[in-house]
């Protein structure tokens, strides 16, 4: 079945560095989103992606949408203690009625 | 802001036990959906609802699990004979569409189903 795998599976940063993880389907997707889980709470919506190699910005987060639509990342900018939590990206694939989440990467910033 | 509410936020059962979890979309959202999350690991797909009627589901779900919407405004989960691994957390979630614009997930914050 159709697989959403991210890489690192762990990154832990200190404070004001750059921090990116990515996203890899084993299919093409039509379009994918990525959601924050902050510790102990649920998957927050982040943004989407639609069109291939796509680009957003969101004050220090940019996300990418690779040409293929079968890859993504996320590169956050001068992370602060605040962007602790796990990243997942959710892939949708037309025809079907779910998202499919990755694997997820939990950052740590250290103070 | 409009959001998802679960119920109940912890439950903890015996192995064997029928077990209801219960959610609020969000009111005027069309799609419904059942992700669990077992600790520290990824948010897995259950199951999908549409137009009072399962749109898709997952290898997970099997006949032990059953969903429902009875009422216009609750969306329900049934787990009949809880084994232990159904120990995780179970998270539901509403759209307003499928994929497109406005598809974005909104969770709610989650049932904690411990099987003892």
């Known amino acids: 079945g159709q697989q959403v795998m991210q890489i690192p599976q762990y990154q832990h940063v200190q404070e004001g560095e750059d921090f990116t993880t990515y996203c890899n389907s084993s299919t093409t997707l039509s379009n994918i989103q990525w959601y924050k889980q902050r510790p102990g709470g649920h998957p927050v919506f982040l943004i989407q992606?639609?069109?291939?190699?796509e680009v957003k910005k969101q004050k220090r987060l940019t996300f990418q949408f690779g040409e293929a639509k079968k890859n993504s990342s996320l590169h956050i900018t001068a992370t602060q203690t605040t962007d602790v939590g796990t990243y997942f990206c959710a892939g949708f694939t037309s025809g079907t009625y779910k998202y499919i989440f990755g694997t997820g990467t939990r950052l740590k910033v250290l103070a | 802001e409009p959001e998802v509410t679960q119920t109940p936020s912890h439950q903890v059962t015996q192995m064997g036990q029928e077990v209801i979890l219960r959610c609020v979309p969000i009111?005027?959202?069309?799609?419904f959906y059942w992700y669990r999350q077992i600790l520290g690991q990824k948010v897995e797909f259950l199951v999908s609802?549409?137009?009072?009627?399962?749109?898709?589901k997952s290898e997970i779900f099997d006949d032990q699990f059953s969903v429902e919407r009875p009422d216009g405004s609750n969306f329900t989960l049934k787990i009949r004979s809880t084994k232990l691994e159904d120990s995780a957390m179970y998270f539901c979630?509403?759209?307003?569409?499928?994929?497109?614009?406005?598809?974005?997930?909104?969770f709610g914050e989650g049932s904690r189903l411990t099987v003892l």
């Open positions: 992606l639609v069109k291939s190699g």
């Open positions: 979630a509403s759209s307003a569409t499928r994929g497109g614009a406005a598809g974005e997930l909104f």
């Open positions: 009111s005027n959202h069309l799609y």
């Open positions: 609802f549409y137009n009072n009627e399962i749109s898709e």
